[in-house]
C-alpha cells in the first residue's frame, strides 16, 4: 500500500498570503485529521474528516479551514498567514470510524514558514 | 478542555540503561496510543491500549494503561541507539479527536 503523501513538502509565505497544503490519504482510509506541530506546543490537533464531513475541530482560528473530496483526499487553507503559523503541518489518515483499531499513519509533512 | 500531560519532557541515558516516560489525561479515555517519532521524520504509529490495566509487550517496549483508564506509560529495556527520538501518547475520547501528550525526547548516549 502507499503511503500518505503530502504536497507540498517545503513553502515560504509572507504574512497576509493565504496557503493551501495538500493530503493524499492510505487506499481505503476514510478518516483524515490535520495537525500542527511546533517546537513550543507539540502536536496541537486542527480538524478531522471523514467521508467529506468535519466531525471534530481544534482550537485554531477560522483561519483555518479544511475539506475533503469524494476521494478521501483533503486539503487545508490558512488565510491570512501570520509569523506564528510557521509549523510542520502533518496529515494523518486512518480507519478511524471504520474499525476498532484506529491506527493513524502520518504522511511526511509541510514545513511552512512565514516571513 | 481536555489535557494530556507527559513527563518527563527530556530524558538523556547511556546506552543499555532504561527508560519511561508517563502521560496522564485529564479525562477517561476510551484508548490510547503511543507514536515515536525519529529526528526529522514523522510520528510512527507504536501500539495501541484499550483496555484498563492492560499491558502490551513489544521486543524491549512495554505499554501500559492504567486500571482508571486515565494514564498510561512506556518502559524500555536496555536502550539502544535506534531508540532515539520522541515518544508521544495520544489519548483518545471518543469524539474523532485524538490529543497528543507533549512527548519525551528520548537521547541515548554511547
Known amino acids: 500500500k502507499a503511503g500518505v503523501t503530502q504536497t507540498p513538502r517545503y513553502l515560504i509565505k509572507t504574512r497576509g498570503q493565504q ?15 490535520w495537525y500542527q506541530q511546533t517546537p513550543g506546543q507539540g502536536l496541537q490537533f486542527l480538524f478531522e474528516y471523514f467521508s467529506e464531513t468535519q466531525r ?10 479544511g475539506r475533503q473530496f469524494s476521494n478521501s483526499r483533503s486539503e487545508m487553507n490558512v488565510s491570512t498567514l501570520e509569523l506564528g503559523d510557521s509549523a ?3 496529515c494523518a489518515s486512518s480507519s478511524l470510524g471504520q474499525e476498532p483499531n484506529n491506527e493513524q499513519f502520518f504522511g511526511p509533512g509541510t514545513r511552512l514558514t512565514v516571513l | 478542555g481536555q ?12 546506552e543499555g540503561e532504561d527508560f519511561t516516560t508517563y502521560c496522564n489525561s485529564s479525562t477517561t479515555l476510551s484508548n490510547i496510543q503511543w507514536y515515536k517519532q ?10 495501541q491500549l484499550v483496555k484498563s490495566g492492560e499491558v502490551k509487550k513489544q521486543k524491549r517496549l512495554t505499554f501500559q494503561f492504567g486500571e482508571a483508564k486515565k494514564n498510561s506509560s512506556l518502559h524500555i529495556t536496555a536502550t ?7 515518544y508521544f501518547c495520544a489519548g483518545y475520547s471518543g469524539t474523532y479527536k485524538y490529543i497528543f501528550g507533549t512527548g519525551t525526547r528520548l537521547k541515548v548516549l554511547a
Open chain 2, 38 to 47: 525519529r529526528p526529522g521524520g514523522h510520528p510512527v504509529f507504536l501500539i
Open chain 1, 88 to 90: 510542520l503541518y502533518l
Open chain 2, 3 to 14: 489535557q494530556v500531560m507527559q513527563i518527563p519532557q527530556y530524558q538523556h541515558v547511556q
Open chain 2, 80 to 86: 539502544q541507539t535506534t531508540d532515539v527520538g520522541t
Open chain 1, 56 to 65: 471534530n475541530k481544534g482550537n485554531f482560528p477560522g483561519r483555518f479551514s
Open chain 1, 19 to 33: 496557503v493551501t497544503l495538500s493530503c493524499s490519504p492510505i487506499s481505503g482510509h476514510r478518516s483524515v485529521s
